[in-house]
């Protein structure tokens, strides 16, 4: 069985959005006389590397990762390609591909994803193309960028629209290396009971 790795790599390298938490990792305890194991503590955002936003991040009311269904995570899902199509993914950029689509649609803008920098030009969702997928049974999008909507969107668009239908998200996505076409998506969040979003080791799989 062929395996796509489609998680950026997560270390202090690793950009997130300007303001929020940098991934830190210190250690407790090293491997030495008297201390046969090596503990480290974890200081970073939810929304490092590829990650599933939760419901609240967008919705004070809305339900935490750790409250989510699993199932729109896991399952068979389409890559599609529109790469370096411009600042918003619009319906035209996709609509070669979207015949019998499954339940999952990823999202490909990148040439060569940016795993060590961040992109304030990052390419986003236009609310309509989600509004689509949503009307033809799509339950999760995802992008290879840190976030369906603009860097710089204080208005979070595609983000209500995901809000309003009920379809759950994966960002910062690495399909550089993925051909068009369809896949099975395993990308499940952590159980985090209280937290907006969670980080997820993302891979696709073909028999």
Request: hydrophobic share 40%.
């Amino acid at each position: 069985m062929k395996i796509w790795d489609i998680s950026p790599p997560v270390s202090e390298r690793s950009p997130v959005f300007p303001g929020d938490t940098a991934y830190r990792q210190e250690w407790a305890a090293t491997i030495a006389p008297g201390c046969p194991v090596n503990v480290s503590s974890i200081t970073t955002t939810p929304h490092v590397g590829a990650h599933a936003d939760a419901p609240l991040h967008y919705d004070p009311q809305g339900r935490a990762i750790g409250e989510v269904d699993l199932a729109p995570y896991l399952g068979p899902c389409r890559v599609i390609h529109a790469i370096g199509k411009g600042p918003l993914v619009e319906w035209a950029h996709i609509e070669h591909a979207v015949k019998d689509l499954p339940p999952r649609v990823l999202v490909r803008t990148y040439a060569r994803m940016p795993v060590d920098a961040w992109d304030p030009q990052l390419a986003a969702y236009a609310p309509a193309t989600i509004e689509r997928l949503a009307d033809l049974g799509v339950r999760l999008v995802g992008i290879d960028t840190a976030s369906i909507d603009p860097a710089e969107s204080k208005t979070l668009d595609s983000h209500q629209v995901i809000r309003r239908r009920d379809v759950r998200v994966l960002e910062n996505l690495v399909l550089d290396e993925v051909p068009e076409g369809d896949y099975e998506l395993i990308a499940l969040p952590l159980k985090l009971v209280t937290a907006d979003a969670s980080p997820v080791r993302a891979v696709l799989r073909r028999p």
